[in-house]
């Protein structure tokens, strides 16, 4: 899943196919990025060094679905 930020929600593919919320069933999504914070990283302030998940939030219901991005 690639991200763009834009404030319209959107379709989204995953594994090459049209992503629908697990919650609702919805094809529409906001998408954005979020830290996986670590309890190390936050207690050295280095929050910033955290990995991050893009996420797809349901237009319909809100629900999150994150994806780790593939290491490759």
Not at 4 to 10: A, G, L, Q, V, Y
Not at 22 to 46: M, V
Not at 57 to 66: F, M, P
Request: proline share 4%; glycine share 6%; charged share 25%.
């Amino acid at each position: 899943m690639s991200v763009r930020k834009t404030n319209e929600p959107e379709g989204v593919e995953v594994c090459g196919k049209p992503f629908h919320c697990t919650a609702c069933g919805n094809d529409r999504f906001h998408r954005r990025k979020a830290l996986l914070n670590t309890s190390w990283a936050t207690l050295f302030n280095l929050d910033w060094a955290n990995r991050q998940a893009d996420c797809a939030v349901c237009s319909r219901c809100g629900y999150i679905h994150w994806f780790l991005p593939l290491d490759k």
